[in-house]
């Protein structure tokens, strides 16, 4: 069975839902997550996506992302999914969202309305190898001098929010030390 995907408008608003695919063929605006994961020491976790994707495969993404079907919730999709990918669930809070939109190879259009959702997590991830490739824990700094130097190694909404996730990191660390 296909998937569906949530389509939306640009407030946010659901107005129908269609198969994946065809919503990625057709460049439809539909509803997504990215959820992006960091140790207590600060480190990014990233998971290299699995080759055998039908968009974006073998690039280095954040921790996990994915779109919840009709009448999913977002942060149980998220929930889920994380589970289902990377093989660890932890507390997930929306921070921001944004819309991108993107041509891929294969004649695919990511058109999302992306809700960016930040966790903590200090376990070792148990990747599920259909989704993903390889993962490992990165330093902000360095991940943003990387993504400069090497953007064709890194998913495009990675690099379109990152600096976004990093300030909101860095509220988030400041408030812990007070």
Not at 17 to 40: D, P, R, Y
């Amino acid at each position: 069975m296909q998937n569906k995907v949530i389509l939306v408008n640009k407030k946010d608003q659901e107005i129908g839902t269609e198969f994946k695919m065809k919503a990625h063929k057709e460049g439809k605006l539909h509803l997504a997550f990215s959820i992006f994961v960091f140790n207590s020491q600060g480190d990014l976790l990233l998971q290299k996506r699995s080759s055998k994707k039908y968009h974006s495969g073998g690039l280095w993404s954040n921790t996990c992302c994915s779109h919840p079907g009709p009448g999913e919730i977002i942060l149980s999709a998220a929930h889920k999914r994380l589970k289902e990918e990377m093989g660890f669930d932890c507390d997930l809070t929306g921070e921001f969202s944004f819309i991108y939109r993107i041509k891929l190879n294969k004649g695919i259009t990511e058109y999302e309305f992306d809700h960016v959702l930040v966790g903590r997590f200090d376990g070792e991830p148990k990747i599920n190898t259909k989704e993903v490739e390889d993962f490992k824990w990165v330093d902000i700094k360095f991940l943003a001098h990387d993504i400069k130097q090497n953007h064709d190694n890194y998913t495009y909404w990675l690099e379109k929010c990152y600096s976004n996730v990093v300030k909101i990191f860095s509220k988030l660390k400041k408030a812990e030390t007070r």
